[in-house]
Structures are given as C-alpha cells and as structure tokens.
C-alpha cells in the first residue's frame, strides 16, 4: 500500500510540473499501446450518459477495440500502393484488400468523379453496384458534396438512401481527396448488419485513404 502511494504521489507530482508548463493532457494507460502508429488516435473521454463497461473506464475505446491489428493492415496496404499513381489501380488493390479484412463488410468499393456533381461506379466487391449517383442523392452523394465521412447506422433512416442492395443496413462512405484538395471520388462500404460501423472506423479509413490517395 505504501508502495502504491508513493507511486501515486510520483504521478502526480509529474503531472503537476506539466500542467505548470502549459501541457492540458496526459495518457497514463500507454501499456496497451506499446506499438506507436501516427495515424491512430487517443480514445477519447467517455461522454456524460454513456454506460461504462467497468467503474473505472474513462475510455470511449473506440480506435482500439474493433480492429487490434490495425497498424499490420495498414502496413500492408501501404506496401502494396507504395509508389502506384494509377488511381483505378490503387481503388482495385484497396476494395480488395479491405473487403476480405472484416466480415462486417458486404460491399466494398469505390465511386468515381467522372464528371460536375457525378459519381459512377469504380472497383468494387461483393454485388452488383449503383452505376450512377448524383452528388444530391444517397449516401455517397452526400459525402462527395459535403466532402465529410457518412456514419449511417441505419440506411433506412437516411434521407434519400439509394437501396443498390437490399440487404444494405449500414453504410460507411469516405470522400476520397487528392492532392490540392481534389476529390477523386468515395469509399463505400456497406453492411448487412444494423450500426456495423463506429468512429475509429471512420478514422481509420480516413488515415488509409490520405495515405493512398492523397499525393495523386
């Protein structure tokens, strides 16, 4: 006991000469992220009304949780499109890859800007596909108009979901953006289950399509 307190008082003493000096955050639970990737973020704080798990969770785990060899993928998606300017062929090789990485996934693919305010259907898996969306309408459309990521628990819900399949009942969709702000197109994964999808989801998806695509 007395151990534990003089490792405490230790900590908080550390934290004090920090906040003295300006530093507004600390992250003491570093053990299970041993392994360091810059495109992966801290979990956020647990907001106000959400259940925690256990009394002591001040974690929203979500970057952590759903994908524990995230950074292995990662790696392997950037060894594969290492030094690939051809944008079909990035789209080709990514659709593959991140189709086969998670059963969650039921349609995997990308739509292209082919045109004002057009999207069309670009590599893809799984079933057949929509092969033209406005940027006005879906999902899809919705993400290249505002160029911000779409969490859709529930396609249903969404107004002016374009049902491409009727097993859909999530969807997550990403702009894809080139260089000199570019939007090359979208990233649309869909889901046969109901709220499939999470946050670290969205940021990880993020980080790989910066990676990917974001020098072209």
């Keep these: 006991l007395s151990s534990s307190r003089r490792v405490c008082s230790t900590r908080i003493a550390a934290a004090r000469f920090w906040l003295d000096r300006g530093v507004d955050g600390f992250r003491l639970d570093a053990i299970n992220f041993a392994i360091h990737d810059p495109s992966l973020r801290d979990n956020p704080p647990i907001q106000d009304g959400k259940k925690r798990t256990r009394p002591f969770d001040f974690q929203d785990k979500i970057y952590n949780q759903s994908h524990p060899d995230i950074i292995g993928f990662l790696n392997r998606i950037r060894a594969l499109t ?105 990233l649309d994964i869909d889901s046969d289950r109901p709220d499939a999808f999470t946050q670290g989801d969205a940021e990880a998806l993020e980080g790989m399509m910066r990676d990917v695509f974001g020098r072209l």
């Design 82 to 186: 290492e030094g690939e300017t051809d944008e079909v062929a990035l789209m080709a090789t990514v659709a593959g890859e991140l189709h086969h990485a998670d059963d969650r996934f039921d349609w995997t693919g990308f739509y292209r800007v082919t045109g004002p305010e057009i999207l069309k259907i670009g590599p893809y898996q799984g079933g057949h596909g929509c092969l033209v969306i406005p940027f006005s309408r879906g999902v899809c459309g919705a993400a290249a108009r505002m160029r911000q990521t779409q969490l859709v628990p529930d396609v249903e819900a969404f107004p002016g979901h374009i049902a491409c399949s009727s097993s859909t009942r999530s969807e997550i969709v990403v702009p894809v953006i080139g260089a000199d702000d570019r939007l090359i197109g979208v």
